[in-house]
C-alpha cells in the first residue's frame, strides 16, 4: 500500500496503537504534516467512537476531532491472523505508538524491544499515565492526573472546591511531548540509522506544564493555592467587571499598565509608588483593583476592548467556543477546514513550504481493513 502525500513528513509510515485522546492527537498532528497513519482498532474500536453526545451524523465528535487522515484496520491480538499482521505492520513502519498500560504489549510480541529485534530503525513511543515504575499500574485517565499533580487544587475559586480544566489538558499535553519526542528520535535517526524508544506519562507532562506553579514549589518552596482567575505574579491579570459584563484586563508589564491608566483616564496611578512596578501592584492588588473597576463601569465591555486593544492593552472578552471560533475567522486564521463533509479545527502550524495536508475523514471501523491486510501480506 503507497499513499502519495505532501507535507513534510510525507513517507513515514506510522503504525498507530494508541486510543482514546493523548496518542490519536498526536498521531493526527503526524498525519496532517503527511505521515502515513494506520490506526490498529480493536473490533470494538476506539473508545471515543462512543463518547456522545455530541454527534455528527450518528458519528461521536469527539472521536471525529483526532482522527483524521488516518486509515483504520481492526485486529483481534488474540487470533493468530489478526496478531500476525499487527507484527508485520511493526516490522514496516517507521514509528508504532501506543498508551497499553505499561508492558501490556509484551505478549503479542509488540513491545520495544520485541519489535526493535525485528526493525532496528523504529522510533516507539509509549505514553502511559504516571510512567513505567511503581505507577505503571495506574489507570491513565486525564481527570487522575488534574488531581495528583495538583493543578484541581489551582482551580476555582479560593472558598469553592477544586476544579479540573474544562478539557482533558494533560491528555493534550502529551500528546505533544510524544510529538515531539517522536521528531527528535526520527532526526536522531537521520544521523546514526537507529531508533530508540520514546516514553511519555501524563504525571510528568503535568508537573511540567504547571511550570511557574511546580517552579514555585521545587525552585522556591511554594505551594500555590487556588485564586479563581487571579495570578500569583501579575496584576491586573484577570476579568473585570465593566458596564454590562467582565472584560479580561491585563498589564503584563509596567509601560501596559501605564498605557491602562491613560485610557481610564486615571494619570496619576503610575506614579503612586503603590502602583508602579509589577511587585508593588500585586502586593497592593487589593486596593488597586477599586480603582481601575470605578472606571470600567462607566463603558460596556465592548467599548473598551476597542480602545484599551487600540492603545496597546492586552484584554479580551469571555467567549464561549463559538465566539472564539467567529473570531479567529474574523482574524484570517481559517480556523475550520472540510475533510470530506467532515468539518474539523485546522491544524495550527503554518508552512511555508510544506502545508498541512487534509486528505481523509476520520475513518469508519476497518474501514481501511481489507486494503491493509492485502498489502501487509505482499
Not at 67 to 76: E, V
Not at 90 to 104: H, K, Q, T, Y
Not at 328 to 348: F, I, Q, T
Request: proline share 7%.
Amino acid at each position: 500500500m503507497v499513499q502519495h502525500s505532501t507535507g513534510p513528513l510525507a513517507g513515514l509510515l506510522v503504525a498507530d496503537f494508541s486510543r482514546i485522546l493523548a496518542g490519536p492527537y498526536a498521531t493526527m498532528l503526524l498525519a496532517d504534516l503527511g505521515a502515513q497513519v494506520i490506526k490498529v482498532e480493536s473490533p470494538g474500536g476506539d473508545d471515543t467512537r462512543t463518547w456522545m453526545p455530541p454527534t455528527r451524523d450518528g458519528v461521536s465528535t469527539y472521536y471525529l476531532g483526532i482522527n483524521r487522515n488516518k486509515r483504520s484496520i481492526a485486529l483481534d491480538l488474540k487470533k493468530p491472523d489478526d496478531l500476525a499482521a499487527a507484527q508485520e505492520l511493526s516490522r514496516r513502519a517507521d514509528v508504532l505508538i501506543e498508551n497499553f498500560r505499561p508492558g501490556g504489549l509484551a505478549r503479542f510480541g509488540l513491545d520495544y524491544d520485541s519489535v526493535a529485534a525485528s526493525n532496528e530503525k523504529i522510533v516507539y513511543a509509549s505514553i502511559s499515565g504516571f510512567g513505567t515504575g511503581a505507577g505503571r499500574d495506574y489507570p491513565g485517565y486525564d481527570l487522575m492526573v488534574q488531581a495528583i499533580s495538583g493543578l484541581m487544587s489551582l482551580t476555582g475559586d479560593p472558598d469553592g472546591s477544586p476544579y479540573r480544566a474544562g478539557i482533558s489538558v494533560f491528555d493534550v499535553m502529551a500528546g505533544l511531548h510524544a510529538s515531539i519526542g517522536i521528531l527528535a528520535a526520527l532526526h536522531h535517526r537521520g544521523e546514526t540509522g537507529k531508533g530508540q524508544h520514546v516514553e511519555v506519562n501524563l504525571l510528568s507532562s503535568a508537573l511540567s506544564g504547571l511550570v511557574n506553579h511546580s517552579s514555585g514549589y521545587v525552585a522556591g518552596g511554594t505551594v500555590p493555592f487556588r485564586m479563581g482567575n487571579a495570578h500569583p505574579s501579575l496584576f491586573p491579570y484577570e476579568p473585570l467587571p465593566t458596564a454590562d459584563g467582565e472584560l479580561i484586563v491585563i498589564a503584563g508589564n509596567d509601560g501596559q499598565f501605564r498605557k491602562l491608566c491613560q485610557v481610564l483616564d486615571l494619570p496619576g496611578l503610575p506614579d503612586d509608588p503603590r502602583f508602579g512596578r509589577n511587585q508593588d501592584r500585586t502586593a497592593n492588588r487589593e486596593e488597586l483593583r477599586p480603582l481601575l473597576v470605578e472606571r470600567l463601569a462607566k463603558r460596556t465591555k465592548d467599548e473598551w476592548f476597542r480602545d484599551l486593544l487600540a492603545a496597546g492593552v492586552p484584554c479580551a472578552p469571555i467567549n464561549t467556543i463559538d465566539g472564539g471560533v467567529a473570531l479567529a475567522e474574523e482574524l484570517g486564521l481559517d480556523p475550520v477546514v472540510a475533510v470530506g463533509d467532515v468539518p474539523g479545527v485546522r491544524n495550527p502550524i503554518t508552512f511555508s513550504d510544506t502545508p498541512a495536508r487534509y486528505e481523509l475523514p476520520p475513518p469508519g471501523l476497518d474501514e481501511h481493513g481489507e486494503e491493509i491486510r492485502a498489502w501487509l501480506k505482499s
